[in-house]
């Protein structure tokens, strides 16, 4: 019996960007009915390689084949004619039309609407019974949790016959149930023969769902691999040339007494509601205290909270005396003067203002500081040269102070916010997300870089999403849910069975396993969120 | 999306922007029945080959220069401000109270106080809009556009009914005191052998403006202010997560456009008319924002596109004066201009890039 033809093949595809060769002569294929990944630091050249069988570029050399046949693909039409379907890291959904339009738009079959719409109904209807890919038809995509828009993109692409489904960093902002819950139905449809080609930069992801794994590196395919005769220590070293360490290595913590004691602290967002219930905890000097739970239950609150620029009620003190938690010396820049850094969680839209320089993010929210004046000016000189010894010391690259933070990748953008936060020395470090689409080389420099700061003593509340990443670092765990802190505990102790009840707003005595508890927590957001959007 | 080198984009862009707008007006010429190289020989002979034309040049510039400078201060901190016209308005009245009720011994003094009072009163017409967007989020394009509305209707009041002199025809204050005159040009350059900029309007406002633009170079990119202002106008959550104000800063930038917009009163008011006239801004106030388009919000880009807008100002009416082109077709080059170097930017930006992008590739 012969093989059959590839769904996909791509043979010697060169793209280069004026200077920058994004492909170098890259050969793939892709067997009908498999998951494969392709896995890469950012900047790799993974988003190009899709990018050009996709339709968007066309490759300077190379040729692609679709289920056996030479095809040239000039546009995203001619790929969806192709039966290839993209669904993009950020979705490209209509904001204030309902799913069903969302489906049709681009693949209407006439002036009228009504007909498509209909049809569309029914197609929608089957397909989320096959696949487990339920959506309310009829719902308008602004009010659609992230995961169920991102479903909205996997319908669109089926609804247009797609047999090969593209899907880019799939889980970059997905809670880990939503994540689930995608493997799920990407297993159903690789179970109905459909072929899946997922872009990750997460091991572990590749390690779960994927039969074939590609390593790109540096616009080159280092490495094709069948995932189940490989380690993700293998991959990793595939992906940066050299060995990396997975986990994180130190010592058990010292912590001393508290730095920051934090009492019923309540805050109540613009539409009025209460988005944090209540939350008591104190931070010791010298330890990591994680905090996990599903985005959206009060983390993000919590953080904006402890670094000034939201208003709350109920104590923090700092170091024995008390902060104010509204109105004059509540911003930003005076907790940093009482020696609280903040490391944001949305590095891009907080932390750095994306077209200034390296130089002039080097000390955003420190400018204001009396060794960077003198009069009226500011002294830029100084600050530049400040800079570039920041940026040295913690490894940015290109070490180039006056290139704009937006031309940095994710990684390096996160060490210029890391290095002017860490640098300033201060007693209390918040840091939200901090590998949030970072790439591997540089979580691994990050992760020491925080303990390195709590075996100086310093204090750190970390925020994460990512529970290996909390029990990576924490040396005890808080978990939020609701807005509330629904317990510590120390992190040699909890198992991420006990956690995932917690994040899921369920106490210890009632039994049920961790899985239905995180689709119940799922559940439970996407109620509230319909109740308040 | 491949970028342009910032040479062509300080340049090459106005200026391919530039020759298109001539060459559409050329046409237009052209369909009218006149020569487009005749009539382009009028307005450069008018505006820049003799003195008096620079002097007319010159005047006209200083006001866009105010205007212009005024709208990208606003534009830093992402406000667009098109209530110039409102606030020269105002800064004109500022001008006019303080020459016409104060005594003065000397004209550096007296144009020291009218500067301070035109910049204090444009900036009180700009502080409403500023405060209701900062703290009540009302639009500060429509609010500008509404006040100065109601600062032509205050104006007109005022002359008509306060401070036109009893028994004057003319809706305009009295002429002020001599000891307020500000030298022209022609006062300071001219010489018995060689009277140069005779009787142009162009005057020592002009070194005023050229120290505003030095003044916002500084306050822009030298000044913690101006770091905060750019800050907020590229991220407001960022800003707030630094712990810049956005009320505050927002409020302070317009304060510093209002106060632009309100020094080209000294310049119209005190340097040309010596009296406060009715519809004295003759619309530079919209100018402005040609002139900060086109000038890349930069102080030295404002500088030059407030030369060019005041060229095509006296060129046009140079025009005007020799010629059977009406002066109406004067506006529509004009506004050729403007859509060409403001609203079509990317209609030139992005065939260059790709021209760009063509050149650097068989390079490597």
């Known amino acids: ?533 | 999306m491949d970028k342009l080198p910032p040479w062509a984009d300080a340049v090459l862009v106005p200026l391919i922007s530039l020759l298109l707008a001539a060459a559409l007006s050329a046409l237009v010429i052209l369909g009218i029945g006149e020569n487009p190289v005749e009539a382009f020989r009028l307005m450069v002979e008018g505006a820049l080959l003799r003195s008096a034309g620079w002097g007319y040049t010159l005047y006209y510039a200083t006001n866009f220069i105010f205007t212009g400078l005024a709208v990208s201060v606003a534009f830093h901190a992402r406000l667009f401000n098109i209530g110039g016209e409102g606030q020269a308005t105002l800064g004109g009245l500022g001008v006019a109270i303080v020459c016409l009720y104060l005594p003065w011994p000397h004209w550096t003094l007296a144009m020291l106080g009218a500067s301070v009072a035109a910049a204090l009163f444009g900036a009180a017409w700009a502080f409403i809009p500023a405060y209701l967007q900062a703290k009540r989020g009302s639009h500060i394009v429509i609010t500008t556009i509404m006040f100065n509305f109601i600062a032509a209707a205050l104006l007109n009041y005022l002359l008509v009914n306060v401070m036109k002199p009893a028994g004057q025809q003319d809706p305009a204050t009295d002429i002020f005191p001599a000891a307020t005159h500000l030298p022209t040009f022609q006062d300071m350059f001219a010489t018995e052998a060689n009277p140069l900029f005779r009787g142009a309007p162009g005057n020592v406002t002009f070194f005023l403006a050229i120290a505003a633009c030095v003044a916002i170079w500084a306050l822009i990119w030298r000044t913690r202010l101006g770091y905060e202002i750019r800050a907020l106008g590229h991220s407001e959550s960022a800003a707030r997560y630094a712990g810049i104000s956005p009320v505050k800063t927002i409020v302070v930038a317009m304060l510093i456009s209002g106060g632009l917009a309100g020094l080209m009163g000294v310049n119209t008011a005190m340097g040309e008319a010596e009296r406060l006239v009715m519809n004295a801004t003759e619309g530079a106030g919209f100018i402005g924002i040609a002139v900060a388009l086109m000038g890349r919000n930069h102080p030295v880009g404002v500088f030059l596109a407030a030369i060019l807008f005041g060229f095509l100002y006296q060129g046009g009416a140079e025009l005007a004066l020799w010629t059977n082109i009406p002066r109406e077709l004067i506006v529509v080059i004009q506004a050729l201009v403007i859509l060409f170097t403001g609203a079509l930017d990317n209609a030139v930006r992005m065939p260059l890039a790709r021209v760009f992008a063509m050149r650097r590739k068989p390079a490597e």
């Open chain 1, 1 to 533: 019996m012969t093989d059959p033809a590839p769904a996909i093949e791509l043979q010697g595809i060169s793209k280069s960007f004026g200077p920058v060769q994004a492909n170098k002569d890259i050969s793939l294929r892709v067997m009908p009915g498999t998951i494969h990944g392709i896995i890469g630091e950012n900047g790799a050249g993974k988003s190009t390689l899709m990018s050009i069988l996709y339709g968007f570029y066309a490759a300077d050399k190379g040729d692609i084949w679709i289920k056996g046949e030479k095809r040239q693909i000039p546009d995203s039409q001619a790929a969806i004619k192709a039966g290839i379907g993209m669904v993009f890291q950020h979705f490209k959904l209509v904001q204030n039309f309902t799913v069903l339009e969302n489906v049709i738009l681009g693949a209407e079959d006439g002036g009228l609407l009504r007909p498509s719409l209909a049809k569309a109904r029914g197609v929608l209807k089957s397909l989320a019974e096959e696949y487990e890919l339920s959506v309310d038809p009829d719902m308008q995509v602004q009010h659609l949790s992230v995961g169920h828009q991102q479903r909205v993109e996997i319908l669109k692409a089926l609804y247009r016959q797609a047999d090969i489904l593209i899907l880019d960093e799939p889980t970059g902002v997905l809670t880990p149930a939503e994540a689930d819950h995608l493997f799920r139905i990407l297993d159903n449809l690789r179970a109905e023969g459909k072929t899946i080609i997922l872009i990750t930069h997460k091991l572990r992801e590749i390690m779960e769902i994927t039969d074939t794994v590609s390593v790109m590196r540096r616009g080159e395919m280092t490495a094709t691999v069948k995932t189940a005769q490989t380690t993700p220590e293998e991959l990793a070293e595939l992906m940066v040339g050299r060995k990396v360490l997975l986990r994180v290595d130190k010592a058990p913590a010292q912590p001393k007494g508290a730095a920051l004691e934090v009492r019923d602290l309540r805050h109540v967002d613009t539409s009025g509601v209460e988005r944090l219930r209540g939350v008591s905890f104190d931070l010791h000097a010298g330890e990591v205290l994680g905090i996990a739970g599903v985005a959206g239950n009060g983390q993000s609150e919590l953080l904006e909270v402890l670094g000034g620029y939201a208003d709350a009620t109920g104590s923090v003190t700092l170091n024995g005396s008390a902060l104010p938690l509204s109105g004059a010396g509540c911003d930003g820049m005076a907790r940093r003067a009482a020696g609280i850094g903040h490391v944001p969680e949305d590095r891009q839209s907080e932390g750095l203002i994306m077209p200034y320089s390296a130089w002039e993010n080097s000390v955003f929210g420190y400018h204001r500081d009396p060794m960077w004046q003198s009069g009226l000016l500011m002294k830029n000189a100084a600050i530049r040269e400040d800079a570039a010894g920041k940026m040295e010391r913690f490894d940015v690259r290109p070490p180039n102070p006056d290139l704009a933070a937006k031309n940095f990748s994710g990684g390096n953008q996160q060490k210029i916010v890391l290095a002017r936060e860490i640098e300033r020395n201060p007693d209390v470090l918040l840091i939200g997300q901090p590998t949030r689409g970072v790439d591997i080389g540089a979580i691994e420099f990050i992760h020491q870089q925080i303990v390195r700061l709590r075996d100086a003593g310093k204090a750190i509340l970390l925020v994460s999403v990512e529970l290996d990443e909390i029990f990576a670092l924490s040396d005890r765990i808080g978990v939020m849910f609701d807005g509330r802190l629904m317990g510590i505990r120390d992190a040699a102790a909890a198992d991420q069975r006990e956690l995932g009840l917690l994040m899921a707003g369920v106490g210890e005595d009632e039994g049920q396993d961790p899985m239905a508890a995180a689709e119940a927590a799922e559940r439970e957001r996407e109620r509230r969120e319909a109740t308040h959007g």
